[in-house]
């Protein structure tokens, strides 16, 4: 048996079988890695009056706050998907179940940015939740598993001259 020649054909049918879910996985992960340094992706996190490292504002006024954003569409509690507080940068970020995210002072309760957040959405399609649960165990798991075996005959391939060539 030719090992060469099975791990080339390995690594050439694999690569045709991963190429469209890992470009998917491969184009989100780039805009994840960038998520900090563009506001598009991901607001940038504002500063609140830091008094003390206890929040004074209470969450039914940052609630409150956030009403005068209908866009955000959080009126009451059951439309907050999360809450986010930065205790050391005086902020609390109220994230919606539209996707928008409403950052208020934790001292003042005053809205300090409204803004969507893509980034969440952009990590659904990296992971292939985005698609279904079935999508994401079904096809993007395994694609991740055979890009690990894509990765080793990869290695073995590019080493193998190397080690026939130091042999000699």
Known sequence: MNWKRLLRQVHYWLSLVVFLP??????AGIFLMLKKEIDWIQPSTERGAVSEQIP??????????????PEAGISEWSDIDRIDLRVDKGVAKLRGHSGWEVQVDTSTAEVLNVAYRRSDL???IHDGSFFSDEVKLYLFLPTGVLLIIMWGTGIYLFLLPRMRKRKK
């Open 22 to 27: 890992a470009g998917i996985m491969f184009a």
């Open 56 to 69: 004074t504002a209470t969450y039914e006024q940052m609630i409150a706050a956030s009403r005068a954003y």
């Open 122 to 124: 952009i990590e659904s």
